[in-house]
Every structure is written in structure tokens, then in C-alpha cells.
């Protein structure tokens, strides 16, 4: 039987009826008595206090005195390419929201506003905005095209963070932080630590069988040069990626170890909420504190390793500690020849997806590809990839939230499955917990015979212990 490719199995891949309607469960706005459920006053009193205790100001004026309608950013973003609606061009995104601020946070349009009746605030604009700020996947491709340098994404970021503070958030990431930040757990997966333990103990007796040798799960260890934060869902999902980690630094001779007290990586509040945001980086900084560790190692997730690398430095307080993605650390390993890779492991012709979290901005580009190339005979690259590439259609968020999986499948995976179906792999790798969900629910729903893996999964079929 001849295998279907994503054009063949949906021919047109079919748009959701009520492209336009929410798809996603709203946290139930709590709001102080004092503004009796008007959630048009409560979004322009968050609007105001973002404005007021935050660097966002500068952003928005700039924007909203350059701001450019001309459609350019529609050429690269993937939800426009597949479903063609005009409020799926960025620029109408950010609009939306940089004209709140024109009409109520600038003399020119309060004046305006008073004198010629402007339209005011409504709860339908909020609902489109709730709508259409959800609809975005936040990969940040559109600035590439902005020939103003408008950061869709980051006005994207922004209008949630004022939604959220207004009571209004997807309720899968609120549930999930509200047990990372208050519940008995303290992760987003709510595994007890002591399931987290026999768990540690599994991966490193499979590690022995697979490699004749052991690889360790150190737990607080004091004064330990790394902490290591994966992805928590990794725990339940990702046991060879895990494997491959600890391979790694079991065979480098690293000083490691996991604290008992927090052990997430997963930062939602960068899809949501900064103020949330805030809140995880502490967590993650005060158990680095306790052990004493030298620097915050993160596994292989994308937005992970950017809040940890952009934020851990705004709001880490004294002392920051370096942050370092294990990606950036293999690569380090294997150029000083401290671990050694078989080159005769992976026979199957390989592709990397690169996460628009860490690739976007140049950091993690480059050394992934080394690694694979170091010893996959047959590897290929998407196209287009690097900085370049197309979102996996999961990101923002939206792959924690079960409800747009068919917003996800058939508009903003579509040109992700096309891409991966094109390059003929039989191995997609990526470096993202996040990335992989979304990718392997695409080959199912696409049928393609690929498989995907971590790059670290890779890594743990070659490496020589």
C-alpha cells in the first residue's frame, strides 16, 4: 500500500468549521469584587500595570508608532499558509492589541477618543483577541519578514501575559502551574518524588543492559558543577533521552546531580504569564542555591532551555548561575574527545527539527548538526531549517493543550508534516519534549513512516561506555 502523504490524506487538509471561535477552556476569571465581572476594565487595569512595572513600554510605543499593515509577515507564517484567513496574518494580531494602547494609553488617542466617540474596549475584541492570541504558535518566523522589525511573537507573548492578569488563560497551563507552583508534587507532570526515585533506579539498570556499563542519577549531590533540569514529562515519556543524558555524562566524568526538593525544567509562564514565569525560574534557582551547584544544566526542551537562559539572568537574583543546555555540553564533550560515538550505530537516513526556542535566535543552530554528522552516515536536512525553519505546530503552548489537537494536525502541522514527508527520514530528531509530542502525533495522524526520537536517543545507541 503506497504511504499517504499529508496532501493525500486530507485533500485539502480540512480547516476546523469555526476557524475563528475558541478552541481552547478559559480559566473561569477570578477577578476582585470590585469590578463586579467586567473584564474590559480588568484587561485595560492589567494593561496599564504591565505598562507601568515592566520594560514592555518601549516596545509598544515603537511599535505602535511604526507599526506597518503591510501583510509581509503573512508570506511565513504557517497558520496563514494553511487556513488563508486575514486574522491569521501577524500584523492583524498585533493590531489588535497595539490599538488598545493607542486609544487608551497615549494623550493623541484618549483626545481622539473623547472627542469623535472612538469605539471603546468591548468583551467581543477581547474575545478575539483571546481567540487569535491562542491561534499563534509564537515561533517568531514573521519577524524575519517584518520590514519594521515588529516582533509579532512578543506582542503575541504580551497580549496573553495582559489576558492572563485580566483572568483569562487556556485552562490546561494554569492547571499544570498550579500544581508546579503550589501543589504537593511541585512539577507539571505531578509525580511524587519517590515514583521519580524508582524511576532513576529503572533507567540506570537499562542503561547497564544496553551498554554493559552503569550511568548514574545522582540525587543532591552538594557542590555538584551541574544541576540538571530536563523537561519533568521526560520522567514519563522520554526514558531514552533520559538514558542518553546520563550516558553522556557518565562517560564525560561530570560532577551532576538532581535535586530533591525541585526537578522541572518546564517553565509554561513563558507561553502565559511572566509574572508566573518569575515565580519557576526562583524555584529553579533557590534548589540550585541549596546544593550548592556551579551551573543550571537543562535537557533537551526547547522553551525550557530559553526561559532558564533568558530569565534565570532577569530574575535570578545575586550570584546568577550560568545556564547550559545539554546540547551545548555534548557538543563541548565530543569536541574534546571526552566521549566517543560509534559511527557504525545509525544506519537510517536522518533529519533534525530544529525548536523555534532555541534556534530562532542562532544560539542552538549548529551544534546539533555536528553531533549528528559526527556519526550518522545519512543525514538530510529539511528545508528550509537553521533560523529559517518551520514551527513543529505545537509551540506556544498549544501542544499542552488537548483540545487544539485538530487546530494542530490539519493547519498548524501542515507544513511541518509536508516538510518531514519531503526529506524522505526515517528518523526525525529534535531536541525538545515539546517538539517531539507534537511530531509524533503528526505521523500518526499523517500515517508517515518516521520515526522521532531525541537527539540524545540517538546518542545513546553510539555511545561507548
Known amino acids: 500500500m503506497a504511504v499517504r502523504t499529508p496532501l493525500q490524506t486530507q485533500s485539502p487538509p480540512a480547516v476546523p468549521e469555526k476557524v475563528n471561535q475558541r478552541f481552547y477552556h478559559l480559566e473561569p476569571a477570578i477577578l476582585p469584587e470590585v469590578y463586579h465581572g467586567d473584564r474590559v476594565r480588568a484587561f485595560l487595569d492589567a494593561f496599564a500595570a504591565i505598562l507601568r512595572h515592566s520594560n ?47 486609544r487608551y494609553f497615549t494623550p493623541l488617542g484618549d483626545l481622539q477618543g473623547r472627542l469623535l466617540h472612538l469605539e471603546p474596549l468591548s468583551e467581543a475584541r477581547i474575545d478575539e483577541m483571546a481567540e487569535l492570541f491562542y491561534r499563534c504558535t509564537a515561533c517568531r518566523r514573521c519577524k524575519l519578514e517584518c520590514p519594521m522589525g515588529i516582533d509579532h511573537g512578543l506582542m503575541t507573548h504580551l497580549g496573553r501575559y495582559v489576558l492572563s492578569q485580566a483572568g483569562v488563560a487556556p485552562k490546561g497551563l494554569v492547571v499544570s502551574v498550579r500544581e508546579q507552583l503550589e501543589g504537593k508534587t511541585a512539577n507539571t507532570s505531578a509525580i511524587p518524588f519517590p515514583a521519580l526515585v524508582d524511576t532513576l533506579e529503572f533507567l540506570s539498570d537499562e542503561v547497564r543492559e544496553l551498554k554493559g556499563a552503569p550511568a548514574a542519577f545522582p540525587i543532591d549531590v552538594m557542590d555538584a558543577e551541574y544541576i540538571f533540569y530536563p523537561a519533568v514529562s521526560d520522567y514519563l515519556m522520554e526514558a531514552d533521552t533520559l538514558m ?23 517553565n509554561y509562564g513563558l507561553f502565559y504569564d511572566d509574572w508566573v514565569l518569575e515565580r519557576i525560574i526562583g524555584k529553579l534557582v533557590s534548589e540550585a542555591q541549596r546544593l550548592n551547584a556551579s551551573k543550571i544544566l537543562v535537557g533537551e526542551c526547547g522553551h525550557a532551555a530559553r526561559s532558564a537562559r533568558q530569565f534565570v539572568p532577569t530574575f535570578g537574583g545575586d550570584g546568577v548561575l550560568p545556564v547550559v543546555s545539554i546540547i551545548e555540553l555534548t557538543y563541548q564533550l565530543l569536541r574534546e574527545g571526552r566521549i566517543q560515538l560509534d559511527p557504525d550505530a545509525i544506519t537510517e537516513k536522518v533529519t533534525y527539527h530544529d525548536p523555534c ?4 535566535s542562532g544560539w542552538i543552530v549548529d551544534q546539533p548538526r555536528h553531533i549528528l554528522r559526527s556519526f550518522v552516515h545519512d543525514f538530510v536536512e529539511m528545508n528550509p531549517h537553521g ?19 485538530d487546530f494542530r494536525m490539519q493547519v498548524a502541522g501542515k507544513t511541518k508534516a509536508e516538510q518531514i514527508a519531503a526529506s524522505g527520514a526515517e528518523i526525525v530528531a529534535t531536541p525538545c519534549a515539546n517538539c517531539k509530542k507534537q511530531l509524533r502525533e503528526l505521523v500518526d495522524y499523517y500515517k508517515l513512516p518516521v520515526q522521532i526520537v531525541g537527539v540524545h536517543d540517538l546518542i545513546l545507541r553510539a555511545i561507548k561506555l
Do not use: H
Not at 503573512?74 to 500584523?91: I, L, N, R
Not at 555524562?249 to 525541585?262: K, R
Not at 526556542?357 to 530562532?360: K, S
Open 56 to 102: 514592555y513600554r518601549f516596545a509598544v510605543e515603537m511599535y505602535a508608532r511604526t507599526s506597518s499593515k503591510c501583510g509581509n509577515c503573512a508570506v511565513s507564517c504557517q497558520v496563514y499558509q494553511a487556513t488563508g484567513d486575514p486574522k491569521d496574518v501577524p500584523c492583524y494580531r498585533t493590531n489588535l492589541l497595539l490599538d488598545v494602547y493607542r
Open 357 to 360: 526556542n532555541i534556534a530562532r
Open 244 to 266: 542518553g543524558n546520563a550516558a553522556v555524562l557518565q562517560a564525560a566524568g561530570i560532577s551532576w546531580t538532581i535535586g530533591s526538593g525541585y526537578f522541572d525544567g518546564i
Open 387 to 405: 533560523a529559517q525553519n518551520y514551527c513543529c505546530g505545537g509551540g506556544g503552548g498549544l501542544v499542552s493543550l488537548d483540545e487544539t489537537f
